[in-house]
């Protein structure tokens, strides 16, 4: 694997492991994303670093936890240019939280769990590679989103 790639794959596996960890300080999605970025989910769309960590600490604040499973990463690195397109596979489990799973009914999943993958475009920065797109395409699904979704 050359060192692009690497790298790459890393971005990938850290801001996964940032979106479970929910270590969310002031500006944390500057450690993954352009300023500029443009972030589609099933939610809507942002754009800016600051709105996209905001919408993704909303979106995961529906939930008691997550787990974002990363596989199949597949960067196409033009290296000379600074560029990548990168896509992955990604199984995405939230843990709903007991009020949600009362609101729901009393038999609801706790688990909503979806699969898909993900699109990005990425950027060499002088702080590592960033992405400057990044954009969530559920496949399927299985239980029940929280209420409002």
């Known amino acids: 694997m050359d060192t692009e790639t690497a790298e790459i794959s890393a971005l990938v596996h ?3 492991r940032a979106l479970d960890e929910r270590t969310f300080g002031v500006g ?4 993954f994303v352009t300023d500029g970025v443009r ?15 905001a919408a ?37 489990t939230h843990v709903h939280h007991d009020t949600t799973r009362e609101a729901l009914g ?13 699109e990005a475009d990425v950027v060499r920065t ?3 590679w960033r992405f400057s797109r990044v954009a969530v395409r ?12």
């Open 14 to 16: 850290r801001l996964f």
């Open 126 to 128: 002088p702080d590592g």
């Open 39 to 53: 972030m589609e989910t099933p939610l809507g769309t942002t754009d800016g670093a600051d709105a996209g960590g």
């Open 56 to 92: 993704a600490e909303v979106a995961l604040g529906r939930y008691d936890r997550t787990q974002h499973i990363a596989s199949g990463i597949l960067p196409d690195v033009d290296a000379g240019a600074g560029r990548a397109t990168v896509s992955w596979n990604a199984l995405m």
């Open 138 to 149: 559920p496949v399927w699904t299985k239980g029940s989103p929280p209420l409002g979704v």
């Open 106 to 118: 009393a038999d609801t999943d706790p688990l909503f769990t979806v699969g898909g993958f993900y």
């Open 28 to 31: 944390w999605m500057r450690d």
